[in-house]
Structure formats: C-alpha cells, structure tokens
C-alpha cells in the first residue's frame, strides 16, 4: 500500500525556482524496490512525465526533460522525494503530480503508476 502526498506549489513569477515535495507512506514490511515519477498536466494538454527516481536503488531517470531547470531527488530517511525546479517559465504552469509503480525499472509511461497524489499547482505569472 503506497500514500502519496504532494506539496509545495503556488504562484511564482518567471525565472523563480521552485521544489515540490511528495511525502511517500510505503508498508515497512514491503521489500519491492519502487518507481517515485513527477508528471505535470497543463490545461488542456496530455500529462508529461517529468522525471523518476528509485524509491530503494540509486538512480534517476529523465525523458525529454529540460534537465538543466528540473531534477528529481529524494531523502529515503525523510520518505520524501523532490522535484526542483529553476528558472521557471509562464509554460511550466501546470497541475504537478508525484506516482508511484510498483517496479525496480524507470518507466516515463503513466499507465504504469498505480499511486498518485493529489496534486500540487504551479502557476508562473510572467
């Protein structure tokens, strides 16, 4: 069982920086290793995946992702991932979510996360 709480959003302006926060609940007595992905959904566009990190290997994973103004980080001791984010553009504007799947591989496809949260909004006013 995996409880995913976002956090972290507001209203920023153009070249601001901002991190979002997901705090992770896993069942301590669950041994899989996970896939923590950060996706954004603007209005009416498709959601994007932004990055993903392993919840218990090292590793991220990015596609297609201005990686020089976003990166996906976490603090197992803390269970709670981050996606930081700089330089913030009026495009970046979106409804941002933190999922989980339950898989040792970093996958970019949303169908493959079975946990959300509940969201955090960012809006960058120009």
């Known amino acids: 069982q995996v409880q995913l709480e976002d956090s972290g959003g507001g209203l920023v302006q153009t070249g601001d920086s901002l991190t979002l926060t997901c705090k992770v609940s896993?069942?301590?007595?669950?041994?899989?290793?996970?896939?923590l992905g950060w996706f954004r959904r603007a209005p009416g566009k498709e959601r994007e995946f932004i990055g993903a990190?392993?919840?218990?290997?090292?590793?991220?994973y990015y596609w297609r992702t201005d990686t020089s103004r976003f990166a996906v980080s976490k603090e197992k001791e803390r269970n709670t991932i981050f996606l930081h984010m700089t330089d913030l553009k009026p495009e970046d504007t979106a409804m941002y979510y933190c999922?989980?799947?339950?898989?040792?591989?970093?996958?970019?496809?949303?169908?493959?996360?079975?946990?959300w949260g509940q969201g955090a909004q960012v809006t960058v006013s120009s």
């Open positions: 999922a989980a799947a339950q898989q040792t591989e970093l996958v970019r496809f949303d169908w493959a996360y079975h946990n």
């Open positions: 896993i069942r301590t007595d669950d041994d899989f290793d996970y896939c």
């Open positions: 990190v392993h919840w218990i290997a090292e590793g991220t």
